[in-house]
Structure formats: C-alpha cells, structure tokens
C-alpha cells in the first residue's frame, strides 16, 4: 500500500501548513521549520515493506525538529534512517552531528530528541526499521546512533542500494513478498551498524569531526561572513586542521561551500515563484556578497551566465 500527498495546485499561503500538519500526522507530531520561507514545494510518497516503513519525500529547504517534550510514547519503537538521493541531510542527536548526500545514509533514534536540516531541495528515502527487531538480533543500539554509517563501500553500500530499490519495487510486490523484503533490510541495517561498532576510533573521531563541520556550513551557509576563519573558530581549531580533514574529499572545504551556494542560486533561479526577484537579491541571499565574483563562479560551474540559466528554466514548461 502507498499513500501520496504533494502541495502541487496548493495556494503558497496553504502549503505551509499543509506541510507543517503532514510532517506531524506522518511522524507522530514531528515539528516541522521552513527557515522562514513563506512560499514551499513538497511532496511525500509513503509504502511499506513489512514493518518496515519507507517515504520518500521530494520538498524544499526545511528542517524537522524532535523535542523530548513533542515525543509520543510509540516514538519509541522505530529507529530512523535517511539516504538522500539528491540534496544534504544533516542530523543532530545528543551531541552528535553527522550528515548525508547521496551515496551515504545516517541512522538516529525516535525515541530521543533530534533535528534535521535539509538546506537545499532534497530528495531523500527516509526508511524507519522497529527498534526490537535490531535489538533482538543482538546489537546494542547505544553510540551507534546519530552516526553517518556509510555507503560507499562494504555492508552499508549493499544496504543503501537495497534500501533505493526495495522501495522503487515495492509497487510489484505482494504482501508476502514485500515482507520478507523488510525483514532482509532489516538484516542489512544490522549488518551495517556491527560494521559502524568496530571501526577504528581514530577513523569515527575525524568521521565525527567533519560532520561537525558540514552541520555549522549547512547552518551558515546563506551568511556572506562565513569564511574558513569563522569555521576554525566555531571548531576551536586550526585552518590547517580544517583542511588536514578534507584532504581525501574531492572538493576543498572552500569549494564545498561555493558549490552549495551556486546550488541554492540555481534553485532559485529555477522558482517560478521567485520571478520577481532580481539575480543579484538572489545571489545575495545565498551568501555571496560580491556580484561580479557570483557570475563568473556561476558560469564556471553552469556553462551558463546566471541570466540565461533563468530565461531558459523559467520558459521550460
């Protein structure tokens, strides 16, 4: 069975409290904050293998907010994954920071408070797995939550892939069928978390410090005045210990940050709903601050100068 709900033929003073009262009905009262944008797209499509539940929501910038004093008792029986196809999700549980794009998935607890910033359009998986189906196969949930488990190699690879096709199967299968399918992800995410438990300290120390890393940027990431000074600060570290930690990243912290921005500018420059805005309010408000300096960054990464990037998407149907 699957259940569809999606803003589109919404008025914008309408969607945000229709999404707003979705998060909470899908999510056992989950608080839901759209930075302050008064004008939202989303869209969530939700099936079940099993016990295990699987939504995948489709929206724009957000953030989910779990407080101990907003938790239902039955919040307590799921833990909570979420594997973005597109997009960034960057989770906040007691004390720890760990975020996701694609090719990677974090896992956190229900039953304790938690945040989720999605600062960029995303398009993420969100699988919930019963708590004592985990417990049951012998693994102590403890530490092991609020943690970027992987999915570029080994067991957390296998599971992630699982995870997308399991859900884009679903509409094929039975209900036998699709309960033994959860009860296999189920088995994969065990798997996974005894992997994530014996890692070297050493390797889940800077693992934890770079989330720590993307969760301020992500925060920040619309201020002008974040710079990498600003970040060793935040950190309480060095520059040089900064760049020590994303020395095996393809792309330089500086880079990771402009490709963020250029990322939103191209968001809203796609808006329908933004058409009135000029390119440079646009750039400003995702954190550059020098006009000529977006342009040229833009057309680096678009092959497009920002005007035309918005003629041709505003006039795509």
Known sequence: ??????????????????????????????????????????????????AVIMTRIEAARHRVIRSVQGRRSHDADYVKI???????????QQGREASARSGSWVIYDTSQAYEVANPEW??????????????????????LMGRNVGGASGIARVALEAMRST??????????????????????????????????????????FKDRIRAHVVAHVRDARLSIDDIALAMN???????????????????????????????ELRDMRGAQRTITDIAFGCGFSNSAHFSRAFKAYTG???SDFRMLKLSTP
């Open 304 to 306: 497009m100068a920002p």
């Open 1 to 50: 069975m699957s259940s569809i709900l999606t803003t589109d033929g919404l008025s914008a003073q309408d969607a945000v409290p229709a999404w707003q009262d979705w998060m909470s009905k899908l999510f056992a009262g989950l608080g839901s904050d759209l930075y302050g944008d008064t004008v939202f797209e989303g869209h969530i499509q939700r099936s079940q293998a099993g």
């Open 122 to 143: 995303s398009e993420h998986l969100i699988v919930m797995l019963p708590r004592q189906s985990l417990v049951q196969r012998g693994i102590r949930l403890e530490g």
């Open 167 to 208: 859900y884009q199967e679903l509409p094929t299968m039975g209900p036998a069928l699709a309960e033994r399918a959860g009860e296999l992800l189920i088995d994969l995410v065990h798997l996974s978390l005894q992997e994530l438990s014996g890692r070297g300290t050493a390797v889940t120390q800077q693992e934890a």
């Open 237 to 267: 570290c060095s520059k040089r210990h900064l760049y020590n930690a994303f020395a095996d990243e393809s792309l330089t912290l500086a880079a990771w940050i402009q490709q963020l921005r250029l990322e939103l500018c191209m968001r």
């Open 82 to 92: 979420v594997a973005p196809w597109q997009g960034l999700a960057a989770v906040s």
